[in-house]
């Protein structure tokens, strides 16, 4: 257990819907990431928070995406409209002052 | 994009062999970690070694890092079965914010 929480652990919908994950970070940590990975690949970045803010985010965020990050604790990741290439582990890490990323154990997204 | 990439993708090995994984990156860093991912989990950092270092231990893992030719290796020693996972470098690139991460390597661990 890294510290790290993330629900749901597994979400299946369908082609249309909307659907959002959250992540519990590490409460002493301001820095807060979403990844995304697929299968047999590494965790794509997507975006990520210092404290509230929304520092950057990835051109792999389309206008579908949103994160936010209300009062710098837990943060939310929604994708509406859903699409089956959004079939994906969704992982939420924070990020510790010497650099190395706690992760969540993911949430998997299947898009039917 | 992922800037790192893993060699070799899968590694298979008898158990109390070495495991030897290797890594290339492309632009400048601070540091380079290792992470391991079991099948379906998130991933759990192993070891950080940083851009002036050339080698770190911890316990069976040793890393070695040579900037010149902007590559790492991940060596375990004395493999165990509970070593089968997926083994990815990660690097913290310098006037980034992101960790970036490459492909992986499966390992796999036969008693």
């Known amino acids: 257990d890294t510290g790290v929480s993330q629900n749901p652990r597994h979400k299946i919908t369908k082609r249309g819907q909307n659907v959002t994950f959250r992540c519990d970070p590490i409460?002493?940590?301001?820095?807060l990431y979403w990844y995304r990975q697929t299968l047999g690949q590494g965790p794509e970045f997507l975006t990520y928070?210092?404290?509230?803010?929304?520092?950057?985010k990835s051109r792999l965020l389309s206008d579908r995406f949103s994160a936010e990050r209300p009062k710098g604790s837990f943060s939310t990741l929604e994708i509406q409209r859903t699409e089956q290439g959004d079939s994906a582990m969704y992982l939420c890490?924070?990020?510790?002052?010497?650099?190395?990323?706690?992760f969540g154990e993911g949430s998997r997204l299947t898009v039917l | 994009s992922q800037q790192g990439e893993e060699d070799p993708q899968a590694l298979s090995i008898q158990e109390g062999e070495n495991a030897t994984m290797n890594c290339s990156y492309k632009?400048?860093?601070?540091?380079l970690q290792w992470y391991r991912q079991n099948s379906g989990r998130g991933l759990v950092h192993l070891i950080l070694?940083?851009?002036?270092?050339r080698e770190k231990h911890s316990g069976r893992l040793r890393v070695t890092l040579d900037t010149s030719k902007k590559s790492s290796s991940l060596l375990i020693t004395a493999s165990r079965a509970a070593d089968t996972a997926s083994y990815f470098c990660?690097?913290?690139?310098?006037?980034?914010?992101?960790?970036?991460f490459g492909q992986g390597t499966r390992l796999t661990i036969n008693p």
């Open positions: 632009t400048s860093i601070n540091n």
């Open positions: 928070f210092q404290n509230e803010a929304q520092l950057e």
């Open positions: 990660a690097t913290d690139v310098q006037g980034a914010q992101k960790l970036v």
């Open positions: 070694i940083r851009s002036n270092e």
């Open positions: 409460s002493e940590h301001n820095r």
């Open positions: 890490a924070s990020l510790r002052a010497t650099r190395e990323l706690f």
